[in-house]
């Protein structure tokens, strides 16, 4: 399990595949990269070089609960320090969820690094307004505020965070409640703000903005409607929308590893994009 120092922080991470352009896949929610380990071999056996990482505040990475901007900010900021010390640029940047999220909004600081947005499960519309905050802030601040950092440290997220990075119950044992509490609700006043969009996150300029080839395969269960894949297709100027075989649930969430059945065709679908990217680039 290799780890990399990245703007102050101890980073797990992995490549796989020892060839071929170079592709990063981002995870959704608060969990580490293991559930894209299949996909990222399944690329890798089309001739990609895929990077994988946990997001600080993640799987085995460092928590490290400070910052004035958006934590989603935070994590596409490191991943570009990471790409660039593992010489992985310019990349296709893709993910799930958050991590599609994350992916078009590191084009939108760093596009000169993009060579193209490979997107899953675009999240957006009410019921997701109303459901992440609390999953990626409220419930860990309503611990810390009944029961100091004892009780953060006992919420079953970051007991999995422990286990897999000991030291960091120390760090966070050190930290004043009152102080995580202010970091954590800052963030959510961030994130809260970006929920309100209908492809969340993203304002219409912005996704007019993109301006590098995209392809987006949208999600099934009420987080992640279709209806918001299609309108993020929509909105990207040239966006690709390739719909699976799939119909909306009436379910909160659809866990990603579910989707290991259509994992083939959307290795067929993003090696077919990054293939015609990587031709037109050599016209």
């Excluded at 001739?47 to 901007?69: P, Q, S, W």
């Excluded at 593992?86 to 000169?112: K, Q, V």
């Excluded at 699976?244 to 590893?257: G, H, R, S, V």
């Amino acid at each position: 399990m290799p780890f990399a120092q990245v703007r102050g922080l101890k980073m797990r991470y992995e490549v796989v595949g020892d060839h071929g352009a170079w592709v990063a896949l981002i995870t959704g929610g608060r969990r580490g990269y293991d559930e894209f380990v299949p996909l990222a071999r399944r690329l890798a056996a089309q001739g990609y070089r895929v990077v994988l990482h946990d997001r600080r505040n993640t799987g085995a990475t460092d928590i490290m609960i400070e910052g004035d901007v958006p934590e989603e900010t935070l994590w596409l900021d490191d991943l570009h320090a990471l790409l660039e010390q593992l010489g992985a640029t310019p990349a296709f940047i893709g993910g799930s969820s958050a991590g599609a999220r994350t992916a078009m909004r590191f084009y939108l600081r760093h596009p000169a690094v993009v060579r193209g947005l490979i997107l899953m499960r675009v999240t957006g519309g009410a019921f997701a307004a109303g459901r992440l905050p609390n999953m990626y802030y409220g419930q860990f601040i309503d611990a810390a505020r009944s029961g100091g950092m004892e009780a953060v440290c006992a919420h079953p997220q970051y007991q999995e965070r422990i286990a897999a990075n000991p030291p960091m119950r120390e760090r966070l044992m050190a930290m004043k409640a009152d102080d995580y509490i202010a970091v954590m609700s800052r963030w959510q006043q961030m994130f809260v703000a970006g929920t309100r969009l209908p492809v969340m996150g993203m304002t219409d300029d912005e996704l007019q903005s993109i301006r590098v080839p995209t392809v987006v395969i949208p999600g099934n269960d009420l987080t992640h409607s279709s209806a918001s894949g299609q309108l993020a297709a929509n909105r990207i100027p040239g966006a690709t929308l390739h719909q699976l075989p799939t119909t909306d649930q009436d379910i909160a969430l659809i866990p990603y590893p579910e989707w290991d059945i259509y994992e083939d065709e959307i290795t067929e679908v993003f090696v077919k994009h990054m293939r015609a990217v990587e031709a037109a680039s050599m016209q």
